[in-house]
């Protein structure tokens, strides 16, 4: 599929683009992996680990998104995002 993808007369090119797009926007966004690497120690240390550990704006903002939506919401969302 990637190498039809890079084909302009593919019927997944307007989709690869639209992916590359989201994948270059998040690495600009990203943070640094340090901020990960603090966050997983405090998981290991702690007493009472939390199930789970939320590290960046990014990843807050998706999570509470997700909260505040129904599944067919979130999922819309997404592929509004992706220009589907």
């Known amino acids: 599929m990637a190498a039809s993808a890079n084909n302009d007369n593919s ?3 307007q989709f690869t683009n639209n992916i590359l797009e ?3 926007q998040a690495a600009q966004n990203s943070i640094h992996p ?3 690497a603090k966050v997983i120690l405090q998981g290991v240390k702690a007493d009472n680990p939390d ?3 939320v590290v960046g704006k990014d990843a807050a903002t998706i ?3 997700r ?3 129904s599944d067919v919401e979130f999922q819309n969302s997404i592929k509004k995002q992706l220009n589907l």
């Open 22 to 24: 989201v994948f270059k």
């Open 67 to 69: 909260r505040n939506m």
């Open 11 to 13: 019927p997944y090119r």
């Open 63 to 65: 999570l509470e998104a």
């Open 34 to 36: 340090s901020e990960v």
């Open 51 to 53: 199930f789970r550990y």
